[in-house]
């Protein structure tokens, strides 16, 4: 595909053609970078496409790929198995038309050589695998052909041109410059002359080798292929074209797994609640909508999210991004879901979070299946184990797992303790620690004590009335009874006062026995001279945050303790009390901003995840950058863009960073999309 259709399909203007009519698209992706695949899925979901995330359900498969073997071990290797249809189209023409002309045989027909395969290849080496079997076994035989023969091709080539949307078994693999032809000329473009590959779906067949073929192997399979065939007819042509304007609006999408239903009759029938105006609106963007703290669909978005955790787990990135904007979608929704159907007019939501709705709304205990494999499955339940550890990530664990045949924490410290960071050292030493969650009122001690230590390393700061100013974010900000950490900002007006402000902070702290371990300490703000990332027009890097902090391991040191060592001098007294401290260890982290964009700082520390993943994807479709250092523009070449000229107080200041950048104001218990 070509490159404009990256620019094309972030250009979402509301105009062009619509695919509402075309049975389920799913987009491969290979040969395509992350950035590029998100945007053709928001193209096609902007113009009303059935788009779905599971190759198995979808009938045209959108890819770079140019042939037909390329296209068959794509389907395949996602679970797909097929059969050229133009293939099977020809071999049941050849066999109608030799039973015509056994009886209307003329002597002016030209003989041609017809191959005859009475190898035992398998259907995966017909995908498009070069087969293993010697040619030489082929019969050829003449096969006259006739006007008959021709006719009849070309009769069932035409009624397969037009195939129903009722059969699922046929999908055809097109090329991603059809979509550009459509969008180009706002209209849409015959497909054929961009196929690559129209298959029919068929059974995955018995594994099987060449060596172990038989005669009586040879003869079964000879007699399934003639099954095949037999049961093989072209389908039937529409009465005309206008019939299925009349088809119930059910039949434009495939139907959910059958589930016995336990809704009343009544409540089946009831009328859907009014949608609110972002799904009216099919607004995609997660920071455009409201997501409270608690949704009324909580309890199936949890599952949703053990779902995305397999999925992290698997490093399956695609999955992971599409369960993240459905689950943003949900808890944005301001109603319970009371039929699957209800699932399907949301933004981001396609046929198989509803048919999960359905499972979870029939299982007796609110569970699904696919998440329960998190607690019950072994390898997932271990790798989710390793992950969880403080400094490993999804790669880590998997290595942990799979290459050095760990099986639990006790294997880490008796095997691997050496090979280990420091900073998964620390994880592991204090895993259970780590995961208990924080109370508010914790949360707040500890930024009172931050906010004393900054000020006391600063007692200049105030001049101005202030001093240096503290900011409680993440999940504290949001609501949350228990964070799984704290995140906080200081600030000034003053930048010479913000300039390094964070050494000495966490200098100031360990001297009072606060901080423990410092597990990272970043300067990159101070060292631009508190100026705004720089844009680069690669974009290269992901630069989620790039402002002056500190991660670091927080203990409250006092507590009652009569144990006293007369013999021991003060410093090992230090270590000895530290070494029988029971107060848990936290993460905490220490973010600096200047206050020249400490709106941008609060804003981008803030949401939830999916919220901050859109809210700069949206400044992009503006032509814009946003991070928490700033927002510059992208086509002048990175010109730094102030939105929070006009604040007095960080309040007004992230209000006009939303407002400016078009999603909005929105309060902080609002941004929760999980």
């Known amino acids: 595909m070509s490159d404009d259709i990256s ?24 040969h395509l970078s992350l950035e590029a695949l998100h945007h053709i899925e928001e193209s096609l979901v902007s113009r009303d496409a059935r788009l779905t995330y599971d190759a198995s359900e979808a009938r045209l498969i959108l890819g770079k790929v140019g042939q037909k073997k390329r296209a068959a071990l794509e389907l395949r290797s996602r679970g797909v198995w097929t059969e050229d249809l133009d293939l099977a189209t020809t071999e049941v023409s050849d066999k109608r038309s030799r039973v015509h002309e056994s009886n209307t045989r003329s002597k002016d027909a030209v003989a041609e050589v017809e191959v005859v395969d009475l190898s035992t290849e398998s259907e995966s080496e017909e995908d498009g695998v070069q087969s293993k079997h010697d040619t030489g076994r082929h019969l050829k035989r003449p096969r006259p052909r006739s006007i008959s023969s021709d006719r009849s091709l070309v009769a069932f080539t035409q009624a397969n041109t037009s195939i129903s949307d009722e059969q699922t078994d046929i999908l055809r693999v097109v090329r991603l410059e059809w979509l550009d032809k459509c969008i180009e000329t706002k209209e849409l473009v015959p497909i054929e002359p961009f196929m690559v590959y129209q298959a029919r779906k068929v059974e995955r067949p018995a594994t099987q080798t060449s060596s172990t073929y038989t005669k009586g192997s040879q003869a079964s399979d000879i007699l399934q292929r003639a099954r095949q065939d037999a049961v093989f007819k072209p389908p039937p042509a529409l009465p005309n074209r206008f019939a299925r304007r009349h088809e119930a609006p059910s039949s434009q999408h495939r139907p959910p797994k059958l589930y016995r239903q336990s809704t009343s009759e009544n409540e089946e029938t009831a ?9 009216k609106n099919n607004t995609l963007y997660a920071c455009m909508r409201s997501a409270p703290l608690h949704p009324p669909n909580e309890r199936f978005i949890n599952q949703l999210i053990k779902i995305r955790q397999t999925r992290e787990l698997t490093l399956d990135e695609i999955g992971v991004r599409a369960y993240s904007t459905s689950i943003a979608s949900i808890a944005a929704y301001p109603y319970e879901f009371r039929r699957p159907s209800e699932v ?42 390793f992950y969880s550890i403080w400094g490993v990530g999804a790669k880590t664990a998997r290595d942990f797992y799979y290459h050095r045949q760990w099986r639990d924490l006790d294997d880490i410290v008796e095997h691997g303790w050496n090979t280990l960071s420091r900073v998964q050292q620390i994880g592991v030493k204090y895993y259970d620690e780590f995961l208990a969650g924080i109370s508010r009122p914790e949360v707040e001690s500890i930024a009172r004590i931050i906010h004393r230590h900054a000020n006391l390393v600063r007692p200049d700061a105030r001049y101005d009335g202030r001093g240096v100013e503290c900011i409680v974010v993440g999940g504290y900000r949001r609501g949350k009874e228990a964070s799984g950490d704290v995140d906080l900002i200081l600030s000034h007006r003053d930048e010479s006062v913000t300039r390094n402000l964070v050494v000495d902070v966490v200098a100031s702290l360990e001297s009072e026995g606060w901080i423990t371990h410092t597990l990272a300490l970043h300067l990159t703000t101070s060292n631009r001279d508190q100026q705004t990332l720089p844009y680069r027009g690669d974009d290269t890097g992901k630069h989620f945050d790039s402002l002056d902090k500190a991660l670091v391991v927080w203990q409250d040191p006092h507590f009652e303790d009569g144990t006293l060592l007369p013999e021991a001098d003060d410093e090992e007294q230090v270590r000895l009390k530290r070494k029988r401290n029971p107060n848990p ?55 730094v863009i102030d939105l929070e000229r006009e604040g007095r107080t960080w309040e007004e200041r992230e209000r006009l960073v939303m407002e400016g950048l078009g999603v909005g104001w929105r309060p902080p218990g609002e941004r929760c999309t999980r």
């Open 7 to 30: 620019e094309t399909s972030s250009l979402h203007d509301g105009h062009g053609p619509s695919f509402s009519s075309y049975a389920p698209i799913f987009v491969l992706p290979t």
């Open 271 to 279: 009328p859907l609640p009014p949608s609110p105006d972002w799904v």
């Open 585 to 639: 260890h936290r993460r905490v982290d220490i973010i600096i901003s200047p206050w020249r964009t400490v709106g941008c700082a609060v804003l981008g520390w803030s949401g939830d995840t999916t919220f901050e993943r859109d809210l700069r994807r949206y400044a992009k479709k503006r032509g814009w950058k946003f991070d928490s250092s700033g927002v510059r523009e992208r086509t002048s070449g990175g010109q």
């Open 344 to 385: 399907l007019t949301l933004p981001g939501c396609d046929t198989k979070i509803a048919n999960l709705f359905a499972e979870y709304q029939q299982s007796e205990d609110g569970t699904l299946e696919a998440a329960t494999a998190l607690d019950t499955d072994p390898v997932l339940h271990t790798l989710h184990q």
